[in-house]
């Protein structure tokens, strides 16, 4: 099933390209909406919390012209994709699969993976477990790590305190939901600001705060305006997709992290050996999550063929959407020095 649109848009490297939407069918017999642009070798963007293909609208379209078969996946959960209820559908082995399922379809095994924020982990993880399907692994705004060997939240615990910690919020299901689905808007407008790197001074960071704070938005500004890459337009197409779908789905994978400490057991000491990158904004409230450690000192640590770490002057954690060209001029000689 597809559907030829074009997006246009004035920021750098759309050029209106016609862009393809498809269903793939996934690893566990679910259904994914994929959008693709162009024809070359496979190109695989993927994307998370609390996006959806559309978070690549700037950089899809500029891969197909340079010459590659773009491919930007609803990650089940999200968007046009089927959002199945159990936290263990979530697992990175699962969402790792479903990446390889579109591989599979269209027909670019080896391809290149691109993820951002979760979808970083994902195709990470797909280099690890899926090794000769992968061509390369590029990784936005969330460094790698090897996979955990006890449980994550009881990390989180010993490291946070009784302080706000937004992931030990998303652990209990229904909690965030509740403040989340209640206005969907109100949600993407705080927390797509508070996290961009234009965001406005004084911003608390919404990924931790001090003991009294209980939900993830109150503490933080509600701007006047939304930035012009992230434009009303954008918002509410987000917000209604939200509307109609549910946070469930999404706020799965935070909760699903307990699992994958048995299910990537298997892989803990395999390294990465297929060219990597990653790019990340130097203004990225994410980058000082953990105390004052800056998780993109060293963030390919299990990759053996780095090809380059970027940091963008400027940008915060919506990467490829504040700063397309930046992310387009780091991305495009990678792939171009890849091997036929």
């Known amino acids: 099933m597809s559907e030829m649109i074009a997006l246009e848009s004035t920021r750098p490297g759309t050029g209106g390209f016609p862009l393809e939407h498809h269903h ?3 690893a566990a017999d679910n259904m994914l909406h994929v959008v693709a642009a162009g024809k070359g070798p496979l190109v695989v963007l993927v994307h998370v919390f ?30 046009g ?49 899926f090794p000769a399907e992968v061509r390369a692994v590029v990784g936005l705004s969330a460094p790698a790590s090897r996979p955990p060997t006890s449980d994550p939240f009881e990390r989180f615990a010993s490291v946070y305190g009784d ?5 030990s919020y998303f652990a209990e299901p229904g909690r965030a939901e509740a403040e989340l689905e209640a206005d969907p808007a109100r949600f993407l407008r705080r927390f797509v ?27 933080l500004p509600d701007p006047i305006r939304v930035p012009t890459w992230f434009d009303d337009t954008e918002l509410h197409w987000l917000a209604s997709r939200f509307q109609e779908g549910g946070l469930r ?31 990340g904004g130097a203004a990225d409230p994410a980058r000082y999550m953990v105390g004052d450690q800056d998780r993109f000192a060293d963030p390919l640590p299990i990759m053996t063929d780095v090809r380059g770490v970027h940091l963008v002057d400027g940008a915060g954690h919506w990467i490829q959407q504040e700063a397309p060209r930046a992310v387009l001029a780091h991305l495009l000689p990678f792939l171009q020095e890849l091997s036929p």
């Open 81 to 129: 994709s089927d959002k199945p209820w159990p936290v263990s559908a979530y697992t990175i082995r699962e969402l790792a699969a479903d990446i390889l399922a579109v591989v599979d379809e269209f027909g670019g095994s080896p391809a290149v993976l691109v993820g951002h924020d979760w979808g970083a982990p994902q195709v990470y993880g797909a280099a690890l477990i």
């Open 163 to 167: 302080a706000f910690f937004y992931m």
């Open 193 to 219: 600001h508070a996290m961009a790197g234009d965001r406005a001074p004084g911003t608390p960071n919404p990924l931790r705060g001090p003991a009294d704070r209980t939900t993830l938005l109150d503490d």
């Open 24 to 26: 793939v069918r996934g």
């Open 50 to 79: 609390p996006e959806s293909w559309r978070s690549w609208r700037y950089v899809l379209p500029a891969l197909a012209q340079a010459g590659y078969r773009a491919v930007a996946v609803d990650v089940r959960g999200y968007g």
């Open 249 to 279: 789905g999404p706020l799965n994978r935070y909760r699903a992290q307990s699992l994958d400490v048995d299910q990537l057991r298997p892989y803990a000491d395999r390294t990465v050996e297929v060219p990597s990158l990653f790019i």
